[in-house]
């Protein structure tokens, strides 16, 4: 998060002082930046913590723990992204256009031609019950008990999500009919973040104008890069659990099941090529 909030804060640099005097205030201030970990293209770990929770170690419920992530704002900067999407030029818009406006995405031909937004696979897969409406997310005050045999009744839909399709709202806004907390998440991404003044912080990063600039990351570990999401029956908040996730390791993909296949994309690479 604290990538993130440094790139925040050189954006809003950029809008606060002169042209002129924005790279002479960073050669003096900046001597080098250590991208420890960085989240350059968002993190996959957001969508899980978002849809059925992660503890984190903490004892407490995935249920609980998706509570307290979701009443985060600043959560869904962790949201992954697509590498071929950027975000309109905000320095001429403060200009031209005044500070209240849409940070919306543009996308080149390389998003719509190529496979998952540049990412190694479908980043969100969700099996969505035929049942439409409240009787598909009962509160913890409705009544329950015929919830799991109405979805059984009916024969499932997968539905499958891009990282550009998370970050944009198109995986929320289809959630609408089966989850009560999207219309929050929706509410949250367009006011604070495509609607930001500053800066869409999900659209991928342009190199820093500092002279020094390193990144480092962990090796040999299993990188979680796709999920696979069903109705569990349960309420709100623990409506949904993960039926499989995949993740990517020594330039393969991987399920809980076993090998899947070679991945034709690297995360980490194309992420430090941004950097």
Known sequence: MGNNVFRYFLEWLKLEIAPKHYIQWLDKHIHAYFAVGAPL????????????????GLPITEGTARLMFNSFAASLWLLPFSKYCKADNVYWKHFFE???????????????????????????TIEVPTVRGTDAYPSIMDITEDITSNMECGKPTLLSFSAREVS?????????????????????????????????????????????????????TKTEVGYYFAPSGKPYPDNWIITDVIYEFE?????????MGPSTVLAVSDIELHI
Not at 101 to 121: A, K
Not at 251 to 259: A, E, I, K, N
Request: glycine share 8%.
């Open 41 to 56: 293209l968002g993190s996959t770990e957001s969508v899980r913590a978002t849809l059925s929770g992660t503890t984190s």
């Open 98 to 124: 005044g500070k209240a406006h849409i940070n919306r995405q543009q996308c080149d031909e390389m998003e719509y031609s190529s496979d998952n937004s540049g990412w190694p696979t479908t980043l969100v």
């Open 168 to 220: 944009d709202g198109t995986l929320f806004k289809t959630m609408l009919d089966y989850d009560p907390q999207s219309k929050a998440l929706i509410h949250q991404l367009e006011k604070y973040y495509q609607g930001d003044p500053v800066l869409n912080p999900l659209t991928p990063w342009e190199r820093p104008p500092i002279k020094n600039v390193f990144c480092i990351y962990g090796i040999d």
């Open 251 to 259: 330039q393969s993909l991987l399920s809980r099941q076993g090998q």
